[in-house]
């Protein structure tokens, strides 16, 4: 019998079409089914983690809320975002990983039943942490338009209410690609004053944007430092996923139950990791501009490749969704017909809140351009379109 807080937690999907393609064993297929990246972390942080695996002081439990040069970091590059200065010392936490960092944050501002507005089409993930720790989702609903998403003002209203204690949001967001407006996040920020709530940034691919988007950091708006807090990781811009390290930075007051909640739940970070993310943050060439220019390059081939088929164009981030259902196919029979019929590995939406389930997600973070040449192609073979 499943326990209660699993109950709302059905998976995500992609560990399901990651196993099927494994299976195969077959080079061909194209690998657009998971966030991963084929382009190398920063020359910096592959030498100071190789280093570090020699360090003893490495290879320990300690300091439980992580190195303090990386906490420094850490600050001061949300603090460059956002146009506030954070203290490292009471307002900076590290995590193991930008997921641990979310759900440990929700488990310091949730009371069983509180609610928390996400946007949709969002990452599972995302959800089941909020279902974890005692949350109920509420929905604003994100339009697809010629020209990519946008918020549904109306919708993001209708959303918040009596109990609404936090805004979960991401931008770019993850699956969708959609990055919010200077005018949807004043939206967002009013709504999070006139509720009292918190807004929890997920900032993980902040900087990959697009057709030369800008930063827009939701703490710089007017009396929204002391409600935002905001939860980076290394592993989209840095390209540093398996080394499981995240922040979270906010105001003091509520970072000391942040830090309770981390000390219960994960303790503690890769030790062996952290030397190699702080270096990575302060690296004098980071490698984001350059790898932002590379996966914008393999979005415009995708979008060209998909461009008489109902594709949503994403604005930053790593993926894109198409809608299959308006094609007469499931997203999840599309997903099946691609991998054995087109040597395509790609995630069905399914569960990724209310109006995913009509989208299959591609992926174009892992996969270089001169592969994605006849993704048209190999479509036409899977579906007959």
């Known amino acids: 019998m499943t326990v209660s807080r699993l109950r709302n937690i059905p998976g995500i999907g992609v560990d ?32 100071v983690t190789r280093e570090a695996v020699d360090e003893d002081a490495a290879n320990s439990y300690l300091p439980f809320l992580g ?49 928390v507005v996400l946007t949709a089409p ?37 959303a918040v209410g009596p109990r609404t204690k936090a805004f979960l949001m991401m931008s770019p967001s993850m699956p969708s ?4 407006t200077a005018d949807e996040w004043q939206a967002i920020a009013e709504h999070c004053r006139r509720a009292g709530a918190w807004l929890v940034y997920d900032a993980a691919m902040e900087r990959i944007l697009f057709d030369g988007r800008a930063v827009l950091h939701p703490a710089g708006l007017p009396d929204m430092r002391e409600r935002t807090i905001t939860v980076g ?54 490698g984001v501009a ?38 007469g196919i499931e997203p999840g029979e599309a997903s099946r017909r691609l991998l054995a019929h087109g040597k395509i590995a790609a995630t069905p939406m399914t569960n990724w809140g209310p109006g995913a389930e009509r989208y299959l997600r591609f992926v174009f973070s ?11 192609e190999r479509i036409r073979a899977s579906w007959k379109l």
């Not at 393609?21 to 030498?47: C, Q, V, Y």
Request: charged share 25%; net charge negative.
């Open 122 to 158: 969002t990452y599972a993930g995302l959800i089941n942490r909020v279902h974890l720790a005692g949350g109920v989702p509420k929905f604003a609903r994100l339009v697809a338009g010629a020209d990519g998403w946008r918020l549904d003002l109306d919708s993001l209203a209708a």
């Open 366 to 376: 892992n996969e270089p351009a001169s592969r994605l040449g006849d993704v048209r």
């Open 16 to 47: 399901r079409v990651g196993d099927a393609a494994d299976s195969m064993h077959d080079a061909d297929i194209l690998r657009l089914e998971n966030l991963d990246t084929d382009l190398r972390p920063p020359a910096a942080a592959l030498k």
């Open 67 to 115: 190195l303090p040069a990386l906490r420094q970091a850490a600050a001061e590059r949300v603090g460059r975002a956002a146009g506030h200065r954070y203290d490292a010392a009471t307002e900076c936490i590290v995590s193991a990983g930008g997921l641990a960092g979310i759900f440990n944050v929700l488990l310091s501002i949730l009371e069983p039943g509180d609610e």
């Open 233 to 286: 990781a290394v592993s989209k811009e840095y390209r540093m996923i398996g080394w499981r390290i995240g922040w979270i930075v906010g105001p003091a007051t509520i970072m000391r139950d942040v830090r309770l909640a981390s000390l219960s739940n994960v303790v503690c970070q890769v030790g062996i990791a952290m030397p190699g993310a702080a270096a990575a943050l302060t690296a004098a060439d980071d």
């Open 177 to 180: 690609g959609y990055v919010a």
């Open 290 to 327: 350059a790898a932002v220019t590379e996966w914008e390059k393999r979005r415009d081939v995708l979008v060209a490749q998909l461009a008489d088929l109902p594709v949503v164009r994403p604005h930053g981030g790593w993926s894109l969704l198409i809608d299959t259902d308006a094609l």
